[in-house]
């Protein structure tokens, strides 16, 4: 009787640890992956865009973009991935501007962006994250890998078109993904950085979202799915720290957040903004949700923006 209570047990730990894995690999798979339907996630109150908030430009911004005469361009990351990215030159310009988009989204998402840019004489480089767009990559790499793709990316621009002056700009991942390469060795020829409601580690984000959409505590399945982001993507939720990395930035960036953000909870800027060690900025916009500041206040945003990396460009050719 004994001996079949003991096995009794010991399946019931095996049917909850294979659960546990299971359910470890549903997650890794749902955020890190573009393999498995996000409706859930984009669908949840908390990360739907604001009702009183304008809507995004993006389509028609998207659809001038496809009116310029652009280049595609590849270049390929330190561990031999194929990566694109969208060339769009100015007669007038001089410096250029890479532009991160978010999570699952693609470069020509980033049409707005590049249209204020080049209308004030940036040269603009709009690159595909990995495992997004037109870019080679199995997993979503939430900006860690990434970081090392944007150094690639600076590097290419300064060797291959003879940049001078380059400032970099994200959203949402995005602004993670440019946090995370600012504490790398960038290219001396990268002058500022913007970053837009990016995230202080994958950790912290995907622990706020598993407590929002499953009411969840970490333990055990985001352990479960850091263990797959190791085995299969290479690094760890937690190594993916935008906090760590602006510490040992010193390259002047600026911090932008929607105080209304319940995406990315706008907490994560305040301890972000005290981390980074380098000349910096912040424009908190009150009525702005996650990615919506541009939208809620455009004119101040804009004005805000480019007088900051005006104090380090010159976007126009000398």
Same mark, same amino acid.
Not at 163 to 180: E, Q, R, T, Y
């Given at each position: 009787?004994? %001996?079949?209570?003991k !096995?009794?047990?010991l399946?019931?730990?095996l ?5 546990? !894995?299971?359910a470890?690999?549903?997650f890794?798979?749902?955020c890190? +992956? =573009? +393999?498995?339907d996000? +409706? ?5 109150p908390h990360n739907?865009?604001?009702?009183d ?7 028609? @911004?998207m ?6 005469? +652009?280049?595609e361009?590849t270049i390929?990351s ?7 990215g969208?060339?769009? /030159?100015n007669p007038?310009?001089?410096?250029w501007?890479?532009l991160?988009?978010?999570y699952?989204?693609h470069a ?6 590049? /249209?204020?840019f080049y209308?004030r ?6 690159p595909d994250?990995?495992?997004?767009g ?12 990434d970081r090392?793709?944007?150094v690639c990316?600076?590097r290419?621009?300064?060797?291959g078109?003879g ?7 994200g ?7 440019? $946090?995370?390469a600012?504490g790398e #060795? !960038?290219?001396p ?6 970053? @837009?409601?990016g995230?202080?580690s994958?950790w912290?984000?995907?622990h706020? =979202?598993? #407590? $929002?959409?499953y009411?969840?505590?970490s333990f055990?399945?985001?352990? $479960?799915?850091?263990m797959?982001?190791r /085995?299969r993507?290479?690094?760890?939720? %937690?190594?993916?720290?935008?906090l760590?990395q602006?510490?040992k930035?010193?390259v002047?960036?600026m911090?932008?957040h929607? *105080? %209304?953000?319940? $995406?990315v ?5 305040k301890p972000?903004?005290?981390a980074?060690n380098?000349p910096?900025e912040?424009l908190?916009?009150? =009525? ?5 500041s541009? =939208?809620a206040k455009?004119?101040e945003y804009w004005?805000?923006?480019f007088a900051?990396?005006?104090?380090y460009v010159?976007?126009?050719? *000398?």
């Amino acid at each position: 009787m004994e %001996k079949k209570t003991k !096995l009794a047990a010991l399946g019931g730990t095996l049917a909850v640890s294979a659960a546990v !894995l299971g359910a470890g690999d549903f997650f890794y798979r749902l955020c890190l +992956t =573009q +393999t498995v339907d996000k +409706t859930k996630i984009f669908s949840a109150p908390h990360n739907r865009p604001s009702d009183d908030v304008p809507p995004s430009t993006v389509s028609r @911004d998207m659809e001038w973009l496809s009116k310029q005469e +652009t280049e595609e361009r590849t270049i390929y990351s330190e561990d031999g991935l194929r990566l694109r990215g969208i060339l769009l /030159r100015n007669p007038a310009g001089g410096s250029w501007a890479i532009l991160c988009h978010g999570y699952t989204g693609h470069a020509e998402e980033m049409a707005d962006f590049a /249209r204020e840019f080049y209308g004030r004489g940036y040269q603009v480089l709009m690159p595909d994250a990995r495992g997004h767009g037109k870019s080679e990559g199995d997993y979503i790499g939430m900006g860690w890998p990434d970081r090392r793709d944007i150094v690639c990316w600076a590097r290419h621009l300064a060797d291959g078109e003879g940049a001078k002056d380059i400032v970099l700009l994200g959203i949402s991942m995005g602004g993670a993904m440019v $946090m995370m390469a600012s504490g790398e #060795k !960038l290219p001396p020829q990268v002058r500022a950085i913007v970053e @837009d409601c990016g995230y202080t580690s994958a950790w912290d984000e995907f622990h706020y =979202q598993l #407590k $929002m959409l499953y009411h969840l505590p970490s333990f055990p399945l985001l352990h $479960m799915m850091d263990m797959f982001a190791r /085995r299969r993507a290479g690094y760890g939720l %937690k190594e993916a720290s935008a906090l760590k990395q602006v510490a040992k930035c010193k390259v002047p960036m600026m911090f932008i957040h929607g *105080k %209304k953000d319940s $995406m990315v909870p706008y907490e994560m800027l305040k301890p972000l903004y005290e981390a980074a060690n380098c000349p910096k900025e912040c424009l908190v916009v009150e =009525q702005a949700g996650h990615g919506e500041s541009r =939208q809620a206040k455009p004119e101040e945003y804009w004005k805000r923006v480019f007088a900051f990396l005006g104090k380090y460009v010159n976007p126009i050719a *000398k």
